[in-house]
């Protein structure tokens, strides 16, 4: 069975670097047919797509944080990972990875990590 | 404000036929494959149906989604406790460099 756990800070000073890991197991994050992205909720609101990473390699990142934003994968390690420089308190939020479909037009997220609490404060 | 609009609220008594509502525009639901997602109080969000009316193995029949034009819906037939949560449609937006939108989420109460 698949499975997705976040990690990283949880505090996060304001303008500096947010930094999270997904690690996979049970699969190989290689495996064809999938794409990995990150999603986020603040406080008693809605999701919000942060980007993802496909097979090949290639990414896709919602325009509103693109600026901000990196996605990466570490196929020996089997984990994908998320950094957001020049964090604000807006971008306090609890951060979810998942698994996505293999194309943009059908980015369904199947398996979901149990999401990680990040909060910018100084 | 989301650009997929859902209601905020809706509520329902055991046993009864719940639809949850989600408007976009050709650009997203209009052109694009719609998803809904179903979140238990304090867990990470569950996919319930995908490409507008499929359902994952493991989701029960009495979930069902539809779209007609830019809109979608979510029925929840024979309505249990269990049932309570929010709910979130989803769909890739063309516009700009394209991204995926989610709804703003539906909290369904079970009376």
């Known amino acids: 069975q698949l499975q997705l756990q976040e990690s990283g800070s949880g505090l996060v000073k304001p303008s500096q670097t947010l930094s999270l890991n997904c690690a996979v197991s049970?699969?190989?994050?290689?495996?064809?047919?999938?794409?990995w992205s990150w999603i986020r909720q603040p406080p008693g609101k809605g999701l919000e797509w942060i980007g993802c990473?496909?097979?090949?390699?290639?990414?896709s990142y919602n325009p509103s944080l693109k600026s901000r934003v990196t996605i990466s994968v570490d196929r020996p390690k089997n984990l994908f990972s998320l950094k957001l420089n020049s964090v604000s308190a807006a971008d306090t939020a609890v951060y979810y990875c998942?698994?996505?479909?293999?194309?943009?037009?059908?980015?369904?997220?199947?398996?979901w990590g149990q999401g990680t609490m990040v909060t910018v404060s100084s | 404000q989301s650009v997929l609009a859902q209601p905020p609220s809706a509520s329902g008594t055991p046993g009864q036929r719940v639809t949850i509502s989600c408007s976009g525009s050709?650009?997203?639901?209009?052109?694009?494959?719609v998803y809904w997602y179903q979140q238990l109080p304090g867990t990470a969000p569950k996919l319930l149906i995908y490409?507008?009316?499929q359902r994952p193995s493991g989701v029960p029949d009495r979930f069902s989604g539809s779209k007609s034009g830019t809109s979608a819906s979510l029925a929840i037939n024979w309505l249990r406790s269990e049932d309570e949560a929010d709910y979130y449609c989803?769909?890739?937006?063309?516009?700009?460099?394209?991204?995926?939108?989610f709804g703003g989420g539906t909290k369904l109460t079970v009376l």
């Open positions: 998942a698994r996505s479909g293999e194309i943009k037009y059908d980015l369904f997220f199947d398996m």
């Open positions: 050709s650009s997203n639901i209009g052109s694009n494959y």
């Open positions: 990473i496909y097979h090949s390699g290639s990414t």
């Open positions: 049970g699969g190989s994050i290689s495996s064809g047919g999938y794409s």
């Open positions: 490409r507008n009316n």
């Open positions: 989803a769909a890739w937006d063309d516009g700009l460099s394209g991204r995926v939108l």
